[in-house]
């Protein structure tokens, strides 16, 4: 028993001679936590209106964006209520946990210098690079440089004025009629009710792709077999409920190859908006169903680069990637070696293009479709003008061609593609190369800079600006007084962007010019990284919408098929697109 005793008393004495040691341990732990904590917390930028709730929380503002946005499905909206919250021109966000806060930028004078004269300051943002690295070597995911520069030189001539007018024109005309034909038939099926044209629109825009980039030498298409399912269809085929109700005409199979094209955006969305895009990417690419699509993409590629290959020897260049083959031929003849044509560059170039092409004008044109329904007096306004500028044609009765469309002045058709544009753009995001200022605030290398669109100076008045802390470039810009704020920036008029030379009301070129800098706009960015298929997607925007309202008269849907929301991406579409239409006289 005295044994157990002197034990019990050892340990004891052991937990006095120790209890300094427990009883520091007891403050210190809680601090140094409380220390962690505080250090992990959002960091703000000096002087720049943040929201103070969110800089107590480790998570920051995340948990109030993504409520939000996973219900509406646009990033850019939510951006839009924190600029109007805070009411400042320049406000941040904290969004990733643990790093820099992102910078909104409200204010277009601003944009523009950084976009055009302070690119070496503010360049491709890392986190957009990451979420896009299942594209591959396509120069939309490289920062301004060496890389950059050498991909826009091999698609130097993809944009020149003979390739869209002798190649892709007659092709987004050939389209538009097949678009015409299948709408004629679906018309006539739903006997006066609506139809869903979206997926019309997409695959429309994603044949053109398809055209711009191999030419006839893909067989596939994917309107082409919309067309053939519904001209088989009878009117007992087809099941018609309420005037008020939609009709619903079956689709027809696709391409493995079409549905990569598809999914692709989806996976760099996706990633974009993952927490760490770099380890989604990698345990994304090791799944079975992401090796498909990026498996049928290569399969597709390597076999029409093959063909551009043996029609080059040929000395046959017409598609697109025949041109960028050309390029290179021409690029290793002047380096003094053989070409590379097996380089995935031609293969992960052509298929960007593709897919950010089909995606981003497919959306516009269902905006498009979606004014012109909802607005008849500016429609028959812009299909008077069709009439009386191509009046050859409508005297005989026929539908205009393609060199008569390209050649006429139609500042109303033009100013109506542009406002839809302004008021459906996405920000614009880069982010900083060095330490440098944003109307006089510190912005430090790596943070990440948003160009809003939809905020003060695009869909409401500007807010106040002192101009002494504008970069002296800013200051030195010539301004646009003729934009007027005073009007409701949030409604669609697209006279904002016509500058009248008569008296009246007429818009046709004799009364009115075109002015596509009146206003803001960011929709194809601005500066060296401004959006490359700009004069692609404008020239398939006008013909089609031109056509259409050439042939239809565009009614308006029920109101529950007629919403504007809309889902953000690479571009901002429109989540549904009715057309309830009849033939012209």
């Keep these: 028993m005295p044994l157990i005793f002197d034990q019990i008393a050892s340990v004891f004495n052991e937990v006095l001679h120790l209890r300094p040691l427990y009883v520091a341990l007891v403050f210190i732990i809680p601090l140094f936590l409380y220390g962690l904590y505080q250090w992990l917390l959002p960091r703000p930028i000096p002087g720049i209106a943040y929201n103070a709730k969110a800089a107590k929380s480790l998570f920051g503002d995340a948990p109030a964006m993504i409520k939000e946005v996973s219900v509406t499905g646009e990033f850019r909206v939510w951006c839009a209520k924190q600029v ?10 904290f969004i990733r946990p643990f790093s820099k806060p992102w910078v909104l930028l409200a204010d277009f004078r601003e944009s ?8 070496r300051e503010f360049d491709k943002s890392s986190y957009l690079s990451d979420g896009m690295a299942c594209m591959g070597a396509f120069h939309g995911v490289y920062p301004t440089g060496d890389k950059f520069k050498a991909n826009r030189q091999l698609i130097q001539d993809l944009m020149t004025t003979s390739f869209l007018h002798d190649h892709v024109g007659p092709a987004v005309y050939a389209k538009g009629l ?6 004629e038939m679906k018309a006539s099926l739903a006997q006066g009710r609506s139809f869903s044209a979206k997926l019309d629109f997409e ?3 994603l044949d053109v792709m398809l055209e711009f980039a191999f030419g006839k030498n893909w067989k596939q298409t994917a309107l082409g077999q919309q067309i053939d399912v ?8 087809v099941q018609l409920g309420a005037l008020d109700q939609p009709v619903n005409f079956p689709s027809g199979p696709i391409a493995d190859f079409l549905h990569s094209v598809y999914a692709a955006p989806e996976i760099v969305e996706k990633t974009v908006n993952a927490l760490m895009p770099r380890w989604q990417t990698w345990w994304w690419s090791n799944q079975p169903w992401f090796k498909k699509v990026f498996d049928d993409k290569e399969r597709a590629m390597k076999e029409g680069v093959a063909i551009g290959v043996k029609n080059l020897g040929a000395g046959h ?5 025949e041109h960028m083959l050309m390029r290179e031929a021409a690029r290793a003849e002047k380096e003094g070696r053989k070409p590379d044509f097996d380089n995935r560059v031609f293969r992960d170039e052509m298929f960007g293009d593709i897919v950010g092409g089909h995606h981003t004008t497919s959306g516009a044109m269902m905006w498009l479709a979606k004014y012109m329904s909802d607005s008849p007096q500016i429609q028959t306004r812009l299909r008077s003008a069709l009439f009386e500028t191509l009046a050859a044609a409508k005297q005989e009765n026929r539908l205009f061609t393609f060199d008569e469309l390209r ?4 500042p109303y058709l033009d100013a109506i593609i542009e406002e839809m544009l302004r008021i459906n753009a996405v920000p614009v995001s880069r982010e900083a190369t060095c330490d440098t200022t944003i109307l006089g605030f510190p912005i430090k290398k790596g943070t990440q800079v948003f160009f809003m669109s939809n905020g003060p100076g695009f869909l409401s008045p500007s807010l106040a600006v002192n101009d002494q802390k504008r970069s002296e470039t800013s200051r030195a810009a010539k301004l646009n007084a003729s934009w007027d704020e005073d009007q409701d920036l949030s409604i669609f008029n697209p006279e904002r962007w016509l500058v009248r030379k008569t008296e009246g009301d007429g818009v046709l ?5 075109f002015d596509g800098a009146a206003g803001p706009q960011l929709v194809f960015g601005l500066g060296p990284r401004s959006c490359w298929g700009r004069r692609l997607a404008h020239m398939e925007m006008r013909t089609i919408l031109a056509m259409l309202i050439w042939n239809f008269e565009l009614l308006k849907s029920p109101a529950a098929l007629s919403g504007y929301a809309g889902l953000e991406g690479i571009a901002r579409v429109p989540q549904q697109c009715f057309l309830t239409i009849t033939k012209t006289r």
């Design 230 to 237: 519904v001209s088989k269809l009878g009117a007992s085929d």
């Design 317 to 321: 260049v017409e598609t697109g990637i």
């Design 112 to 119: 523009r210098d950084i976009l055009t004269r302070r690119a």
């Design 407 to 410: 050649q006429a002045k139609l």
């Design 509 to 513: 070129a004799g009364d009115v010019d």
């Design 178 to 183: 097949e678009l015409m034909r299948l709408w």
């Design 84 to 93: 109007k919250q805070m009411n400042s021109p320049i406000c941040q966000i």
């Design 203 to 205: 695959y429309a825009s």
